[in-house]
């Protein structure tokens, strides 16, 4: 506690001696419970997520699971919409809508996703809220800790893991939950059914889960995480971050309750180190900005509880930006902001008018590789195709195919035109086209292929190919 700021809003940088080690011990962290404004918007936000989390696939839609990734099957339901392997584009959209996302909030409101709403951090929560029913305050869990081994002690820690055990494995099952129907997971379960790779997967997402939030916890952001690492290259004077008030804060210093403190040459900081009972990665927010603050807002809700105590103006712990620090006028709207948002917004839009406007069948036209065009004994022109039809509708379909060019261009198969594909379904259908020589006024021709729903009339798709002739002969 008696370390001095450097500067506000500069990142520490520790000198290591040439014979120091690279390994660091970990220290064990025991956050001290905290309430305020921050605290309770970061319970609601876990109790929303998790909610969300562990509901969501228990919902049912057209007799079905409403969200379910159906890996061997190939097909995402979500919500009434399925993709298929096809529909990859949806996917890489999202997932670049997902990145944009990230950069826009992190340039506009720093570490908003580390402090609130990272799996992380809130798995961590609720493994730290079980640790505080069972052992209780951070005084007596640190009390619990120093004692030799006992019963009670014993008794404790055994409950406390086995809690933390029955909610990993929810979390796992509920994990599977999302790519293996979930009420047939779970009958399996308790009926001892289940696959061996459902149980490896259900074991392996609860370690998971029992290994980041239970035990290593703010190791995972401080050494493994990989975006809080590049995080700070999206940085900039007016991003927003948690802050210490230096100005205001220092000299820092113990004083009797009632001193006005301008008068005994203090700060506002009474230097009572709450801030940094409360953190989860143990650092002191008054030492500057350090990679290891996933921005919780802890801090801010333990110093405006000691603020308000000793009658001093809250805030000086606060959310500003490093301009505001020094001085300067925060700017909202930024070239980089406006460059995220633009892309987000433009990407957003196009992945929603693309779903709008999607056909959920598709048709690919193969031409025989074997000849360019036969002539017919009748001396017409014939091309020959493969057309694959694939349904990607719930249900089995009938579908007709037609053509469209030259007036005389007719379409030959021994099945007719009409075709029945199952749900899911790819079916290669090989097909002949005649047209008379007298109509192709050139080598290659545009023609264009229909195929339509019979069942719904509503579904059908035109794709273009070509039909391959002769040189016409001068004069025709
Ligand atoms: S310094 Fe404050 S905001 Fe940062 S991690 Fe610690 S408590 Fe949370
Ligand atoms: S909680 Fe506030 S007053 Fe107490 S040490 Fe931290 S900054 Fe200073």
Redesign the pocket.
Known sequence: ?TDRPVKSATVQVEQASPDATLYKAREKIYPREVDGVFAKLRNLTVLILLGLYYILPWIQMDGRQALLLDLPARKFHIFGLTLWPQDLIYLSALLIIAALSLFFFTALAGRLWCGYACPQTVWTEVFIMMERWVEGSRQQQIRLDKEPMSFRKFRIRATKQLLWIAFALWTGFTFVGYFSPIRELGHNLLTFNLGPWETFWIFFYSFATWGNAGMLREQVCIYMCPYARFQSAMFDRDTLLIA?DTSR?EP?GQRKRGVDSRQAGLG?????????QVCPTGI???NGLQYQCIGCAA?ID??DE??EK?GYPKG??LYTTERALEGGKTHILRPRILLYSAGLLLITAALIVAIALRTPIELDILRDRNALFNETNEGWIENVYTLKLINMIDKPQRFRVTVAGPSSLKLVSTEGNEFTVESGGVQAVPVSLRADPADLADRSTKIEFTMESLDDPAIRLTRVGRFLGPTPRPGR
Do not use: E, N, P, T
């Open positions: 506690m210490y804060g820092r506002d900081c009474v230097d009572c180190g709450l801030c940094v002191d927010i008054r801090c333990a110093c000691v603020m000793v000086l712990v």
